[in-house]
């Protein structure tokens, strides 16, 4: 069973940075978007940033101009650049990968890492 291994949540003060990274234990194959997600406590889970197989991002408005998301489709890689950090992007953060391959689809989750953003 593939597992989704998320690093580099933290604690860290508003304004500052911190980088996000999930590594799939086994290369993963027909990936068509890796993504973050968020959940704050009491509200639903949100996306955050997406990538897809062919480059192309999309972002919550909230986050837009201070997260960026990269990564490595082949490597099953994909990671998570915050700056300017608030205290409203306190969550665990959870890695997702959705494949679509010979008309099937599956979506595999990490175990989620907390950020906390102190004022």
């Known amino acids: 069973q593939v597992q989704l291994l998320e690093s580099g949540g933290g604690l860290v003060q508003a304004g500052g940075s911190l980088r996000l990274s999930c590594a799939a234990s086994?290369?993963?194959?027909?990936?068509?978007?890796m993504r973050w997600f968020r959940q704050a406590p009491g509200k639903e889970r949100e996306l955050v940033a997406g990538?897809?197989?062919?480059?192309?991002?999309n972002y919550n408005d909230a986050v837009k101009g201070r997260f960026t998301i990269s990564g490595d489709i082949a490597e099953s890689t994909v990671h998570l650049q915050m700056h300017s950090l608030k205290p409203e992007d306190t969550a665990v953060y959870y890695c997702?990968?959705?494949?679509?391959?010979?008309?099937?689809?599956?979506?595999?989750w990490g175990q989620g890492t907390q950020v906390t953003v102190s004022a």
């Open positions: 997702n990968v959705f494949t679509y391959r010979l008309g099937s689809q599956s979506q595999y």
């Open positions: 086994e290369s993963i194959v027909g990936i068509y978007t």
């Open positions: 990538l897809t197989n062919s480059g192309s991002t």
